[in-house]
């Protein structure tokens, strides 16, 4: 960095900002989607308790 000029070391932060925002968009896309597709946290909960449920019930009738 000290043997840089101060322009070149700006440019450089902004092209880092610019591909941190770019990611951070695509993460936000995908977590909407997959919002979309399956739900929030307590969905997700409900429906793997639920699920449990079920497989311990077919359990209990096997035996």
């Known amino acids: 960095m000290d043997t840089r000029p101060a322009e070149v070391i700006a440019n450089i932060a ?3 900002i610019h591909q941190a925002n770019y ?3 695509q993460q936000m896309k995908r977590l ?3 919002f979309l597709k399956d739900g929030g946290l307590r969905e997700r ?5 639920l699920q ?3 497989e311990q019930r077919r359990e209990g ?3």
Do not use: F, P
Not at 45 to 49: E, F, G, N
């Open 61 to 63: 009738r096997k035996m």
């Open 14 to 16: 902004i092209c880092l």
């Open 23 to 25: 990611l951070l968009d």
């Open 45 to 49: 909960m409900t429906r793997a308790r």
């Open 32 to 34: 909407e989607k997959d």
């Open 52 to 54: 449990a449920r079920d």
